[in-house]
């Protein structure tokens, strides 16, 4: 059996766990540059407010009270994310981290019996260590475990733990199941299956094999299957990503091309972590620096461009030096840019990096401190303070020179931030 763990309303759970003012309150979280809607508490869903909805929309509500807006804190959601991981691997056999705020697990070990006690305790002890209200789904796929936490999440009467270990609960669910709640098919597939008259998962079920294979592929058998209660996708981490990209639109338009620097610093500095966390390391290392597309009434320019290592590295100072080279190629005077990022490309397993032909001692060495210094910067980093940079980046925060009118403070990750007691 397959537990699929995963955390309610996760971005604005994580407000509400330091500021109990807004439970039951409307809520909603807001993108980069309090753009628009990312994630909702389920009393703005019940007020009608939809994923993506841009904030000026909003605004009225919020200015007369009837809604609150965060801006994205991220540096907290992950703090607290790390936080509920290490309570569910602790616990459960087979952990497998799906996103910020879903994880699964096999529950090997466990008697049938048991699992209603075993989930319902952990439910109560992330709650009680985070802060944070988790539910966890059971059933004998992982699709089936996301229908089963649906149930969990929608039904007090669950207590957080819904189990689907017969054919007539898998039946009755899947019965109770829109086409685009489903797992593997959501809002992109469901139109063409609904033109078909499938509903409900249920509908889907129904059909035959060889009808879901005609309209959906190999990938709709796997859903199809998995909802049968035959498991049918692999117990694997997902494959190390081959690209990464780091970038941002700016609260201003940026014309200085010293500030202009230290963004790209920022973000190249970002790459280089997520390169090392995935035991990676980069070939290729590009930049672009945009000019506003709506602000016709400017020049616009939009330059890309990328160089190759001479040979793969994560270290954050060989990213940002290269990144900075590229910036400086492609800058032109006279632009305000508006949006910038580094892009790295042909990602390589960091453990299988060949030396070059005619390396010097020297810079054997230099790469060796490089990547001692990059692994001291991650330890010391890892809470999200960003206390050590290269001179080139900026101090404080990565999200700094992002509008955030609306943001909460770093209660976990900054001395300065926290929580006080009055």
Known sequence: MYALADCNNFFVSCERAFQPQLEGRPVVVLSNNDGCVVARSNESKAMGIKMGTPFFQLKSLVESGKLVACSSNYTLYGDLSNRVMRILSGTLPGYQKYSIDEAFFTLDGIAPERYKAVCGELVRRVRRSTGIPVSIGIAPTKTLGKVANHFAKKYPGYRGVCIIDSDEKRLKALSLTPIDDV????????????????????????????????????TGVRTWLELQG???????????????????????????KAELRLRVSDFAGICAQKLRSERSAAVIVGVFAHTSPFRKDLPQYYPYQSTRLDKPANSTQTIVQTALRVLDSIYRDGYSYKRAGVVIEEVVDASAIQGLLFETEDQIELQRRQDEISAIMDRVNKPGNNLLRLATQRPGHYADGIRRDHCSPLFTTDWNDLLEVS
Do not use: N, Q, Y
């Not at 117990?235 to 014309?255: G, V």
């Open 183 to 218: 797992w593997g098919i959501g809002w992109r597939g469901a139109p063409k299956l609904m033109a078909a008259g499938v509903h409900t998962a249920l509908d889907f079920v129904e059909r035959p094999e060889a009808w879901v294979r005609g309209r959906m592929g190999i």
């Open 230 to 256: 035959t498991p049918a996708i692999a117990d694997e981490l997902p494959a190390p990503r081959k690209s990464i990209c780091t970038s941002r639109s700016f609260a201003e338009m940026i014309t200085d």
